[in-house]
């Protein structure tokens, strides 16, 4: 027998009681929070860091040749520029497939059909509290001027959809929430590939 079927229920993990929080420091983009946790097994109490940040988004853009809109930026993490999908920040109270849209329009002039929800991650849910949505937007087209933030600068390009998979295959595209918006578009584009008899 293999994998988890092996393991016992009474091994199964049971999550731990939260008993309190102590704001550590307050940022524009995020705020850290030193967390008590109390162990259910020993009863033993730790603090843990937590890094609470609103949602993000993450928008798959197809265009109708069947491109990819993607956008070029300089990560301040990194030090590095960075090939991606747009994306950006849920606002307060910003229904997510609005904030998708939104966010492409912004940062590349392009807008499309009305956005389908792919799927809802959690960025790194051992230190962080948020969510990212994961947006399909497809016959976008560049309608608009571009909105950019002060610290934003953008090149703005469209690739065809199996050109991007290759280059994620070889490890062009390093930012793993595009990566996850990858895999969940991929059986999207495994349909359309099917009803074009693979020629797209």
Known sequence: MFGHSILRMSNAPRPWKRLGATQLTRTRVFDVESVRFEDPRSKSERDFYVINAPDWVNV???TPDHRLVLVRQFRYGSAEISL???????????????????ELREETGYTGAVPRLLGRVRPNPALQSNHSHLILIENATRTAATEWDRDEDFEILTLPVNEVYEKAWRGEITHALVLDALLLFWPHWQRMQGRAGGVV
């Open 84 to 102: 991606e999908i747009p994306g950006g920040v849920v606002d307060g109270g910003e229904d997510p497939l609005a904030a998708g849209a939104r």
């Open 60 to 62: 798959v853009a197809l």
